[in-house]
């Protein structure tokens, strides 16, 4: 069985400085977003729409610092994937804003006296079940009547009993938004109220899509905001799961007002905060007593070349730093070189790593793929490098002992003979800081073994 190890961080938010770690370049965005929602008076929905890994919940709960800092906006956050144990999405959302309401000591009495009401209204709402008539209907005659005369009694007495149960329910409808309005009246000076929920598409379908009906149905109440932090293509496939191929965009739109889509212009700084700030990877390097002038290039290079998204950078820093803190021996730069070019055939190239650890000769198809220069840019002496490494991994597994012993011997005899690169990729296999010989393959192993250690873990990806 796996251990849980090593959760994601989240980014402290500084209430006094809030952008202080605004790594990602957010601040413009939300500084416009906010000066919408306080200009907006009627009922708005809006989703806030990346993929995942994509910084959605930092995005948002920074959003909320900066709403009750700079424009004394209420709100509440809440994670729906939490709280979709929860039978009804309504109980959830009540749950989140009676206990904000219950704990701001600014409120007045009227105002949380009003949240407890609310709550009791919302709890009727949810009882008036079909499933409940159905119970009182047909408790204690099962075992009395014959089954015809049952149902006969049922079909008698159910139109009175849903007629009854939906005026019942209007009105509880109707109160249960007078009672929000009221209390959105006497919130704040701003007399608005938005509720952020967080990782709506991971919930279970059937909670996903009951959340949306609650939001359209008891909402609709000026002052109030929702904002639905999302991976639309993955709630559209929790909207299939449920109603089969059908056009989800329109769906969505019967719930969804705006649409704002989140982009990520600075995955660079991202990377350089997660080094030295989250994981302090220079600090675990330049503890080993080795230089950390390169290696972040080195990282950043393969992580913005192979498409990696924030949570996957992230991920990918946390395992460097394990596979760091694990190496008992000297690191060398040898290790600061090979670590992240394994890492990310492991985790991005699963199919190319086995055939390397199988001893293909696979030289140039792993360059093509992890280090062909065709996004980002790397200083040509940084890349060079990183393909003699990748020649030289390759070299070294895919021959035994026996032959790498002879191909030493002849490299020491005939060095003069050998082709510029032959040379380099020899020097690297046995040279390169040579304490002994097969220093590459040795490196490479001890790497392997410690790459493929962390299989054992769940990272809470």
């Known amino acids: 069985m796996s251990n849980q190890i090593f959760k994601n961080r989240e980014l402290e938010i500084n209430k006094d400085n809030i952008f202080a770690n605004d790594v990602l370049d957010r601040k ?28 959605k ?11 009750e800092k700079e424009k004394d906006i209420r709100s509440i956050y809440f994670s729906a994937w939490e709280d979709d144990f929860s039978n009804d999405p309504l109980i959830s959302i009540l749950g989140e804003l009676e206990r904000y309401i219950s704990k701001e000591e600014s409120l007045s009495e009227s105002v949380k006296n009003q949240a407890l ?34 149902l006969q009694t049922f079909v008698e007495n159910a139109g009175n009993e849903l007629v009854e149960t939906y005026q019942q329910n209007k009105d509880l409808t109707n109160q249960f938004k007078e009672t929000l309005q009221g209390i959105i009246e ?19 379908p059937l909670y996903a899509i009951e959340l949306l009906e609650r939001i359209k149905h008891f909402f609709d109440i000026d002052g109030i905001v929702f904002v639905l932090s999302i991976d639309k293509a993955q709630l559209s496939e929790t909207i299939k799961s449920q109603y089969g191929n059908i056009d989800t965009d329109n769906y969505l739109r019967r719930f969804i007002d705006l649409e704002y889509n989140l982009s990520n212009p600075s995955l660079d700084r991202f990377c350089d905060f997660l080094y030295t700030k989250i994981f302090n990877i220079n600090q675990i390097i330049k503890h080993k007593s080795i230089d950390t002038s390169s290696d972040n ?26 596979i760091y803190k694990s190496i008992q021996q000297a690191i060398s730069p040898i290790h600061t070189t090979l670590i992240p070019m394994l890492l990310i055939l492991k985790l991005k190239f699963e199919d190319l790593y086995k055939e390397l650890l199988d001893g293909k000769e696979i030289a140039e198809k792993i360059i093509e793929t992890v280090a062909s220069s065709r996004v980002a840019q790397l200083h040509n002496s940084y890349l060079d490098t990183m393909k003699l490494y990748i020649k030289a991994i390759v070299f070294v597994l895919s021959k035994s002992d026996g032959v790498l012993e002879d191909e030493r011997a002849r490299f020491n005899k005939n060095k003069e003979e050998i082709a510029s690169e032959d040379f380099q990729i020899y020097d690297i296999a046995f040279y390169n800081y040579c304490g002994y010989n097969y220093r590459l393959k040795q490196a490479v192993n001890t790497i392997i073994k410690i790459i493929e250690l962390q299989d054992r873990f769940n990272f809470d990806l």
């Open 117 to 150: 009401e609310l709550v009791k209204t919302g709890g009727k709402i949810v009882l008036k079940t079909l499933p409940t008539v159905l119970k009182s209907l047909t408790a204690g005659i099962v075992d009395k009547e014959p089954l015809n005369n049952i």
């Open 297 to 322: 290039l080195i990282i950043k290079y393969l992580i913005i070349e192979n498409r990696l998204s924030l949570r996957e950078a992230e991920q990918f820093y946390l395992r460097l730093s394990i």
């Open 57 to 67: 919940t930092t995005f948002v709960k920074m959003w909320q610092a900066y709403l």
């Open 186 to 204: 006497n919130i704040g000076k701003a007399k608005q109220l938005v509720i952020f929920i967080d990782e709506l598409d991971r919930c279970r």
């Open 28 to 55: 413009e965005a939300i500084e416009d977003l906010s000066s919408l929602i306080e200009n907006t008076s009627s009922p708005l929905v809006m989703s806030v729409n990346a993929s995942w890994g994509a910084g």
